[in-house]
């Protein structure tokens, strides 16, 4: 062995590396993953007509069994989901925990302002009303300076509730018959409300809580309430045309599940197309519109009846055939058939709902307007037109626009928990 080799001796003792820190575009990945599984997780749950177990979860997402139950898990600590009674398996193991939308946790406020009334609503995630207030009135031409301070303070009074202060608020949406853009109300013709930022005037009611005002169309929150029953739930008719009946008459386009509204937000003007130009005045300055042959009031008056009357007192002085009312409903059915007609000529969605004042109507209308529609619209002997009824709401307004709220939470459940 030559003087410059060394023995070679026992090798030293090392400590184990230490992991590596993740990297920050690795926690963004795998926060962005949770963030997104928790949607589609919450998703699935409630766009489910019945209550789903976590196994059921985990095999319509593709997700693993464990991942779905942690996911779950926290849904369910939030009050998001909840748990309901254990189902009895069919087979070996352990029964099934159905999840469904939890009650009382998270709650939103819809108001709605309308020619005739305006109403307070405040929901919950499963659908439930927890508390309601509503003023019937005449608001036609009104003076927002003086009607909103009265919705502001049905506000206050529901929001003093135990139930309602209890619960997690999202917010609070006001819907309006008439052209709203960022959170401003541009033209309401039938109340002749203009350029209107109602928020200063319900500061009052939402500081104490500091909520959010969100406005938008009476008729696009009313759609969102057409063929459901809570916020975020399966659609029964995935597409059609909603109409909102009252004084005026608004529209609102449901496509595959989703509110299509249009660049601006104001896809939906129904009433004001032009059914007869050589017709009579309408509020939005023009001549011949829809709403003044469909109109609530105006349907009323030609059928002979008192403008209060009820649309029951209408349906029954048609059923005994009084010429009036018989001739009324003609009248109102041929002015649909023509602005519907051109719309589902453009818009490929044949499928009617009928809400506000029309929805009781359905059944005297449904007769001649679907004969006129069949004559109108093209495609009619392929994909015919069906009228159907909207659920029975007063005010599917205030109801939509607490849902629109509520739909973000399960929209991105990770930002409320």
């Avoid at 108001?111 to 009334?117: D, F, G």
């Avoid at 139930?163 to 949406?173: C, D, E, F, S, Y």
């Avoid at 109340?191 to 500081?207: E, N, Q």
Wanted: hydrophobic letters at 45%.
């Amino acid at each position: 062995m030559s003087r410059t080799q060394k023995t070679a001796g026992p090798t030293p003792p090392t400590r184990p590396a230490a992991a590596a820190p993740a990297s920050p575009a690795a926690s963004a990945r795998q926060s962005s993953l949770r963030t997104s599984n928790l949607a589609l997780l919450a998703n699935q749950v409630f766009a489910s007509g019945d209550p789903i177990s976590r196994a059921d979860v985990a095999a319509a997402t593709g997700m693993t069994r464990s991942t779905a139950s942690r996911l779950a898990d926290e849904l369910v600590a939030a009050g998001i989901l909840t748990e309901l009674e254990p189902t009895h398996p069919t087979g070996p193991g352990r029964p099934a925990v159905p999840l469904a939308p939890a009650s009382g946790t998270f709650v939103a406020v819809g108001q709605e302002v309308n020619v005739s009334r305006m109403a307070v609503r405040v929901i919950d995630l499963s659908g439930e009303v927890l508390a309601e207030r509503v003023v019937v009135d005449d608001f036609e031409s009104s003076d927002p300076a003086e009607v909103l301070p009265r919705l502001a303070a049905l506000t206050t009074d529901v929001l003093a509730l135990d139930a309602v202060r209890r619960a997690r608020k999202v917010g609070v949406a006001l819907a309006l018959p008439g052209l709203v853009y960022h959170n401003r109300l541009l033209r309401a013709p039938n109340l002749a409300w203009r350029d209107l930022a109602p928020a200063p005037l319900l500061a009052d009611a939402l500081a104490p809580d500091s909520l959010d005002l969100h406005l938008g169309n009476e008729a696009s929150f009313g759609a969102l309430t057409a063929g459901r029953t809570r916020p975020a739930g399966p659609y029964s008719t995935p597409s059609c045309i909603y109409l909102s009946g009252e004084i005026g008459i608004g529209a609102a386009l449901v496509r595959e599940g989703r509110l299509v509204e249009g660049d601006h937000g104001f896809a939906g003007e129904i009433g004001h197309i032009q059914v007869d130009p050589d017709g009579p005045e309408c509020t939005c300055g023009n001549r011949g519109c829809l709403e003044r042959y469909a109109g609530r009031r105006l349907i009323l008056a030609a059928a002979g009846l008192p403008t209060t009357a009820r649309p029951d007192e209408l349906v029954a002085a048609w059923r005994t055939g009084a010429p009036a009312a018989r001739k009324a409903v003609s009248r109102t059915a041929r002015a649909l058939g023509v602005g519907l007609g051109a719309a589902i000529n453009l818009l490929d969605v044949s499928t009617v709902v009928l809400g506000g004042h029309l929805a009781p109507l359905t059944d005297i209308l449904r007769p001649e307007l679907e004969a006129e529609l069949e004559h109108r619209v093209l495609a009619s002997p392929w994909a015919r037109p069906t009228i159907v009824t909207a659920p029975d709401d007063h005010m599917p307004g205030a109801t939509g626009a607490a849902w629109s709220l509520l739909e973000t939470v399960v929209a991105d459940p990770a930002a409320w928990i």
